[in-house]
Every structure is written in C-alpha cells, then in structure tokens.
C-alpha cells in the first residue's frame, strides 16, 4: 500500500511542477510579447530612447524602493530575531500563540520583507516624473516673497524632498510597528506584575527606531513649511496672515523639538533610561497641539477674522500676482467696451471684414448634413464635431470647418465583418471635407471648398489616404510585397455601382512583420492567430495600431498633458493632425489650484480622457507643445513651442533630441496653428476672478463673473457655453484676426436669480504667423473687453430667451416645426462690431424621415432692442441696421430657398414680403391662421372645430412648399 502510494506522490507532484512550469512559461510568453511589440512601436518612430529612460526610470526606482522599504524591515527582524533573549515558556495565551508563530517565524522573516518591499517598489516606480524633474531641475528666475526662493525649488526639487521624507517615515513606522509586535509575542517585550519589560537589546533597538522617526518628523515638518505656499485654504492658494505669522514660526519651534526628541532617544539607547525619551515625546506632542493648532486657529479668529480684508490683502495680492502669472495671464489687455445699443444704418461699415467672415455654418450641427451627402459609403464616417480652421483662398484668408473621412468598420454588414476584411481590406480613410464658414447653398447645405472622392476643391493636391486618425481601427495589416493590391483605397464610379479601387500601402507607418517571431508576438498581442498564420501577411507586411493622434503623441511625450481636440489640416500636401501639448505643475506657489478636468469641460466640450492628462491637481500651466501626426504615415513631431518654459526646459534634458525648435516649422504649418482650446478654457476660469487685480474688491468678490451656460443646453444644465473661432477685428485692434473667444455674466451662486447680462468678452489671437519657422509677434495675445456697469447688454441666455419669445420669430418657427420637421438653433455667435454687440444664430430644420439631415434654413439676428429673422445673414444684418448694414455678409450672393423675413424691435413689427410670392404669402397667412383656430378649438375642446382646422394647416403648409 506504501509502495503504491509514493509513486503516485511523486507523479503529483512532477505533475505541479509541471503545470507551474507551464504557466510561468506562459507569462514570459505574453510579457516578451508586451515587451518586444512596445520596442518595435517606438523604435519605428525613432523614440526607442523615451520609451528606454522611462523604462529605466521606473525600474532603478521599483529597485530602490524595494530595497528601500524591504531592506528595513529585514534588517528589523533579523537584529530582533539575533538579540531575542532565550525563550522561557510562560503560563497563559501568550505562550499558546508563541508556540503556534515561533515555526512560521523564519518564513515571515523573509516573506514580509519581500511583499513590503514589491509595495514600496510598486510606490517608488510610480514617481518616475517627480525624481527626472529633480534630477534635471532648472531655475525659473523667480522667486517667491516668504523665503525668497527661486521657484524652480517648489516646482522641481521640493515634490522629491517631501516624498523621500514620506516614503522614509512610511518605511521607518512599518518597522517600528511590527518590530513592537514580534517582539510582543517573541518575549522581548513583555508584561510581568503589572509592569512593563524590556530586553536591553530590544530596549536598544526601539530607541533607535523611534530616534530615527523623530527625524524625519522634523524634516516632514520642516519641508512642510515650503508647502504652505501651494496649500489650498478656504479664502485663497497659498500662505495667508495666519499661516506666516503663526504657523511658519511654531513650524520652526516643532522642528527643534522633534530633534531634541530624537536625541532624547539616542540617550535611552545608550543609558537604558526612558524618562528622558517620555518627556521629550510629551512636550513634542504638548507642542504640536498647543502651537501647531491652538495658536494659529486663536490668531486666525481673534486676530485676523475681524479684520479680514485688510489683514489678508497683502497674502491676497501676492495670489492674485502668481496666478495671473503661472495661467498665463499676465499680458491681458483690457480695454473699456462702451457698447452701443442703438441700431443706425451703416453702423458696420468699419467692420466690413469681420462682417464677411461670420460663420453661420454650426460646426456641431453639419456634420450630419455632411455624412449625407459627402460619407458615400457606410464604412466611412465624420466626427460628431467639425473643426475650425482657416485657408487661404484666392487672396482671401477664409474660416472653414472642416473634418477627415476616416473609415468605420461598424458601418459593413455582418457578413463582410471577417478578419481579412476588417484588418486587411478596410485599412484607411479617405480625403478631407472643408465648407465655408460663412456660406451656404440656396437649399440650406454647406458649400464646400474641398470634397468628393477622390478630392477636388481649393485645397490642392495632397496625399488623401488616412491611416491615422481619431477613430482608426485597432490595428491593420498593410503594404506587402508583390504586385496585388488588397487594401481598399476608395469606391470608383467609374467601375459601375460596385466598382472598388484598391491601393498598396508604401508609407512607414508600423513595425514589419519580418519574420515568424515577430508575427507570433504580435498575435499574442492582439489575441489573433490569424497574424501568424495568414498568407496575406509576408515579411514585408506593417503592422499599424495605436492610431490616435493624441494617444501616439502621449506616448511619445509622457510628460505632455493632450489637449481633448486635435485637429486635422492640409499642409504641404499631407494631412496633419495637430496636437497642443501641455506642461502643467501644482507647486506654483500662490497660484489658484484647479482641477484640470473641471476647468476644460466647463464648456461641455470634449475633455482629455485621464490617460492623456500628465495631472489633474494643476496651478500651473503652458501650452509648450506643439505636434503633428501625419495622418498617412503616422509620424510624430514635437515642436518647442514655448522654450522659455521651466518644465519644458527640464524635460528637454530627460528626453533630448525629441523636441524641434519654431524654425523648423513651415509656413503654411504656422498658418494652421491656432490657440488651443483647452487652455483657453482654463484660462477663462480663471479669469472670471483674476480679472480683479485689487486685493479688496477681490475679497468682497463684488465684480466676480462666469461663463454663461450653453443657451440650447436644458434648465437644469450645468454646461457652460462653448469658446468659438472666429475671423474678427476687435475694437482695439487695427486688423482682423482668426481669434478664440468667450463671453462673462456675473457670477451669481444662485443661478435662478442670476443676471444674465453680458460684462465683459474674452478673446485670444489665434494667427501663428505666415512665415516660416517665425511665431506671429500677435499670436496668444488676451484682450478684455470690459463692459460698464451701467450698460446692459444682454447676455446669451437672455438673447435666446428673447429670440424664442419674440411674437413674429415665434410664429415663423412654429410654421418650421410643422409636419415632419424640427427646428435646431445652431451656436449663437457674440461679435463686437458696430460699437456694439451683435448676436448671430444660424437657425436649421431637420425633416424627421429616415434619411434626415439639418439644413440651415433661416438666420436670426440681434443689435440692442432689435431682431431680425431672415432667410440669409446680410439680409438680416441690413433689417436690424435700418435696411443697410454698411457691409456684405460672406452669405451675401445666396439665393436664398425661402423668402419669409421678420424684424422686430421697439418700433414693433413689420413683415417684410418683397422677395416673396403672393401665393406664398397666402399660404403662410393662411397656415398662422389655422394655427391659431386649432388653439383655440384646444381650449373650447371642440375637436371638431380642431380636425377642421388642423387639415387646413396642413393644407396651407402643402401650399406653401409647392409655392417656394
């Protein structure tokens, strides 16, 4: 019996070891496959060296944190296991739960050690940013007004300090704690006749532990100190009154205490006597609660509450100063806007450029006007937002909104969706689509200055093919060797209705799949067998994948935060994404802290997701990157936007050579930068309080503003109107600019009451320039324009309540929303011309079939107390301007598919039917009086009277489509 069953134990266990075997031989399979398939991606884009010093980085760091935090603890256990007193076996619990631990003793001794120190090395590899700024820290050339330090100190060096001195406190207290528990239940450390016992050696080693601890409680407090200049308390960011009064100085005491505590513990080490120790640990702790919390909280109610504002000025003006300056706000220009509300004809007339550029084509409504008539097939699609952009049209620099058709795997029927076709087959997108911002066709669609398949407009000849871009497909096999072309390049009319053309990839966009290894890697990667076994795939076959024009620029730039809208632009006969980058930091001192998500969603837009933003905790922030993806081959370029910049600079000493300078950079790419929206959105936050420069208005926060909510947003919304480009000259400026705007109400916690009425319209200069390798001398420049207090002006919640309330635009848009079609306002526009503001809202109608797309139908128009609601842009600027505006709207040559006009004002209103036909006029007076006899058969419910006049509206409407 025996003898059976020690084969059969043996078997088991060369059974195990073979399934361990197994497993472990698995993982080094797919963790080679990570591994190896991450070189290639960056060795393809010639930064083997980034991924290489993050790599490294993050593994000196994992070793030295686990050594660092593992080291002690072993050391700990085995100076206790090596000085334990010989055990003598006692009565009672302990002695059962001795003898139950004392066998596991020499595993835990090696075991806890090694779990503590993968956790501390899990830590330590996490800090990989804050160490390589540390070791590559540069001078800001500021410094800051309590210790007088250059802020490079805050922004670089302290954040490692600190947590070297917490990471070490951890480490020292783990210790501390479980050599007190070993040595508890090892005996070193016991309870006799009510008295506490001590080995002489674990007396030795408690002391010191403790001494040590002390220590680095005096470094905690003493680095602690710097760190009350980026705290965030409950009137502003960083050290107020009390702080540098009351808490700076007890801070001081607390360190010389903590010291002479740790000396106090050297003594017991040596002379084995603890009074010393426990007085010393007593007036340490005395100390921290009588001057750490008492005094500052007796100094902040007694001393400073009452007097506030004036106590707090010169700490307020010091946050005010550095905010202004680590936002980027420093240079704003504010000019007093008197603004006008008296509507005189030619009131335009000094504005005619602006005027022509305003854009009434909604960049968040088009695009499903655009996949109707520009997707061609099911497998491509457009973004759910277009882009604005400029080109240079003729001599005439034209805004444009414009997008990339990419493709859309979901788009093919289920039976198409094979591995072939989806990774083979359907590999790229094809061409860009650009519209007028200011035009549009006599039906109400856009009109393009580039489209089609294959392209064709005012764009040029330019490499159409995308590979990359914002919905790419996960990865795709292309190029290859021989002469048969299997990617599907786009559908040709001219081979009949199925006719298709095929292309062969010929860029450098991947890694090869040159031999069978590389191929088996990247199938375990992609959990597909079909890369190795395919014979589509041969040797010279590329792999493309991590395709997103902000994830390949993240990768390649770890430190960058992403701004949440790269944008794609025809340049120098490519299509180029570009990308902003950011470098932030939360060690500015002074500077408000934000939360990097909330300042750039306010307007609803789009923000970066949390694997493209380098931090969420910010108080510093520059737009410092500039970079490109191109969009055929993938490459990515990092250009120096900002040199100056103190992060960058650090940066640039980690990852040298990534980075290009401005020369580099051509014409025709500078005159596609613009100003980057995520930080304009940050800004803006911002300066609805930081436009106040003094401390005591600052306080009483008596002219704090807001960014009004998005009008088409619901009541209870809490999304903030979104910035828009625009080509405009403002009242201080001599020419028109391509330009990133908002508007300001004032801020009112209670947005019921709130006053929505306009205070002041933010605006950033977008032209980069025309030349180059040459930043435009203008570009980034921030103009104020502040609005008096004694002019109302109404804001954008209350202009579109006016436009839908409005008795003649009212009636005109219910006849729109009649039978199958619905009414959708676009971007209401703010713009400071005329020596006023002028409000512009392009109005579209979507019919509810099942092919619908909106169709910019109708333009609404507001100057002061005047509305117009016409059928094109110039035609309502001259209703509202006395019947001449003094200048041409870009719209101004449209013929316009429907003739109903209103203007209404304080003059009341007029109907305005010179372009329209009697038979349309009939029949639209015709279906407002219907309108109004179904109302009221509503309300006497007489659904007879209401049946009867329901089919006479729904006549009248027949009447007036068969008539327009």
């Known amino acids: 019996m025996s003898e059976n069953r020690a084969p059969r134990s043996r078997a088991r266990r060369i059974g195990l070891t073979l399934i361990i075997a197994i497993v472990v031989l698995c993982a080094l399979i797919f963790a080679a496959s990570s591994i190896v398939t991450e070189i290639l991606w960056y060795r393809q884009l010639g930064a083997t060296r980034v991924l290489l010093t993050q790599w490294g980085a993050t593994a000196a760091l994992f070793a030295i944190g686990f050594v660092g935090f593992g080291g002690p603890v072993w050391l700990t256990l085995w100076i206790e296991a090596r000085t334990r007193p010989m055990y003598v076996r006692t009565a009672g619990a302990l002695d059962r739960y001795q003898q139950l631990i004392d066998p596991l003793r020499r595993v835990a001794r090696w075991l806890l050690p090694v779990l503590l120190g993968i956790i501390g090395g899990a830590i330590a590899s996490g800090q990989w940013k804050t160490v390589l700024l540390w070791a590559h820290s540069t001078r800001v050339g500021r410094t800051d007004p309590v210790f007088h330090l250059d802020l490079g100190f805050y922004m670089f060096r302290l954040p490692f300090w600190s947590g070297v001195v917490s990471f070490a406190g951890a480490v020292v207290l783990v210790s501390g704690i479980l050599l007190l528990i070993v040595a508890y239940v090892g005996g070193s450390l016991r309870i006799e006749s009510g008295r506490l016992r001590i080995a002489k050696a674990m007396r030795v080693q408690l002391a010191v532990t403790a001494g040590v601890y002390a220590l680095l409680l005096a470094g905690r407090i003493w680095i602690g100190r710097y760190q009350t200049l980026t705290d965030t308390g409950s009137l502003m960011t960083g050290a107020g009154y009390t702080i540098v009064n009351a808490v700076l100085p007890a801070a001081a005491i607390l360190t010389v205490a903590a010291v002479l505590a740790a000396l106090a513990f050297a003594y017991t080490a040596f002379s084995g006597k603890w009074r010393l120790s426990l007085i010393a640990t007593g007036v340490l702790a005395v100390s921290a609660l009588l001057l750490g919390v008492v005094y500052p909280w007796g100094v902040q109610q007694f001393q400073v509450k009452p007097s506030e504002r004036s106590m707090e000025s010169t700490y307020l003006a010091r946050n005010i100063k550095a905010t202004r300056q680590a936002y980027g706000l420093t240079g704003v220009k504010t000019v007093s806007y008197n603004a006008s509300t008296d509507a005189k004809a030619g009131a335009l007339r000094q504005d005619a450029d602006t005027t022509a550029q305003i854009r009434i084509v909604d960049p968040s409504i088009v695009s499903d006007t655009v996949r109707q008539l520009q997707q061609y097939k099911q497998y491509y699609s457009f973004g759910e937002e277009f882009n604005v952009d400029r080109y240079q049209v003729g ?57 089609g398949i294959p392209s064709e407009g005012k764009l040029g000849s330019y490499e159409p093919r995308i590979y990359f871009g914002e919905n790419s497909p996960e990865y795709s096999i292309v190029g290859g060797s021989g002469s048969q072309k299997r990617e599907l390049d786009y559908p040709s009319s001219a081979k009949g209705e199925s006719g298709q053309t095929y292309t062969r990839y010929t860029g450098n ?9 590389i191929r088996l890697l990247y199938s375990l990667k992609f959990g597909s067998q079909e890369i190795f076994l395919s014979q589509a795939v041969s040797s010279s076959s590329q792999i493309l994948y991590d395709r997103d024009p902000a994830q390949r620029v993240k990768k390649v730039a770890p430190y960058l935060t992403i701004d949440s809208d790269p944008y794609p632009a025809v340049v120098d006969g490519r299509v180029q994404w570009i990308v902003d980058g950011y470098t932030t930091s939360d060690a500015y001192p002074y500077s408000k802290m934000e939360s990097y998500a909330d300042v750039t969603s306010a307007s609803g837009s789009r923000s970066s997701s949390s694997d493209l933003v380098s931090q969420d905790n910010i108080n510093y922030i520059r737009n410092s990157v500039k970079a490109t993806v191109d969009a055929y081959t993938g490459k990515v370029t990092l250009y120096a936007w900002d040199a100056k910049d103190p992060v960058l600079r650090a940066w640039r000493s980690v990852f040298p050579s990534t980075l290009k300078p401005i020369s580099a950079m051509s014409a025709e790419l500078i005159q596609h930068v613009r100003y980057p929206s995520d930080l304009f959105r940050a800004q803006r936050e911002i300066l609805g309080t930081y436009h106040v420069t003094d401390p005591g208005s600052f306080y009483s926060l008596q002219d704090a503003w807001q960014v ?34 908002t508007t300001y109400i004032p801020a009112n916690n209670d947005e019921q009451n709130s006053r929505n009425v306009l205070t002041g319209y933010l605006a950033a200069n977008s032209d980069a320039g025309r030349r180059a390798g040459v930043k435009g001398s203008d570009y980034g420049k921030l103009t104020l324009l502040r609005l008096p207090s004694d002019t109302t002006v109404p804001g954008p919640g209350q202009m579109q309540n006016q436009f839908d309330s409005d008795e003649a635009v009212s009636t005109q848009l219910n006849l729109l929303r009649q039978g199958k079609t619905k009414v959708e306002p676009g971007n209401l526009l703010t713009l400071p011309v005329g020596g006023g503001l002028l409000y512009v809202q392009p109005v579209y109608v979507r019919s509810s079939g099942e092919t619908s797309f909106p169709l910019l139908r109708k333009v609404l128009v507001s100057f002061g107390d005047k509305i117009a609601f016409e059928d094109t842009l110039d035609e309502a600027l001259n209703s509202v301007f006395g019947g001449d505006s003094g200048a041409d709207a870009g719209d101004s040559g449209t013929t316009a598919s429907t003739s109903q006009s ?63």
């Open 395 to 451: 001599n005439t620099s034209q805004d444009t909104v414009i997008a990339v058709r990419e493709l859309d795997q979901s788009g093919l029927n289920s039976s198409s969706r094979t591995w072939y076709n989806d990774h083979i087959v359907y590999t790229h997108g094809y061409g860009v689509v650009a519209a007028y911002g200011n035009r549009r066709t006599s039906d109400g669609e856009p009109k393009f200055l580039e489209s």
């Open 902 to 964: 209103t203007q209404t004002g304080s003059s009341g209103t007029q109907s305005q039917g010179s372009a329209e036909s009697s038979a349309l006029k009939d029949a639209l007076q015709r279906a407002q009086q219907a309108l109004q006899d179904r109302k009221k058969a509503l309300q006497d419910a007489d659904w007879t009277a209401y049946g009867q006049a329901d089919a006479q509206l729904q006549k009248a409407l027949e009447d007036a489509v068969a008539a327009e």
């Open 708 to 741: 009004p909510k998005d009008p088409q947003a619901s009541s209870d919304s809490e999304v903030r109107q979104a910035p828009y480009y625009l080509t405009m000259r403002l009242p201080s400026q001599n020419t028109s600019h391509f330009q990133l705007y």
């Open 509 to 517: 966009g991947g890694p090869r799949l040159s031999n069978p290894l």
